[in-house]
């Protein structure tokens, strides 16, 4: 069975569905610097995600691009599911 045949609840084909998609924007995310109190907007590869075995391991960095320090911040279940939804790289840890 072709794509083009396979059609969904709505009965329209898969080919038909995406045909209107040229490109997707990229993904940004709000982000603020504790240290110098900036605001901003970060591209998910501005952003590392690292994944450990508590919520205490858990957490997302990035380097605030006003002041140039190393941020760090913990990610709860709703945080890594945004992230890595939207393409952040992830360390998974042991």
Do not use: Q
């Not at 083009?4 to 009965?11: H, I, K, R």
């Not at 957490?59 to 939207?86: M, N, Q, W």
């Amino acid at each position: 069975m072709s794509e083009s045949s396979v059609s969904g609840a709505g009965g329209m084909s898969v080919a038909a569905a995406f045909a209107g998609m040229r490109s997707v924007s990229p993904v940004t995310f709000r982000a603020g610097c504790p240290d110098c109190r900036g605001s901003f907007e970060l591209a998910a590869a501005a952003l590392r995600l690292a994944i450990g075995a508590s919520s205490r391991t858990t957490f997302y960095s990035f380097t605030c691009p006003d002041c140039g320090a190393s941020v760090r911040k913990p990610a709860g279940e709703r945080i890594v599911e945004l992230l890595t939804g939207g393409g952040v790289r992830t360390l998974r840890t042991v």
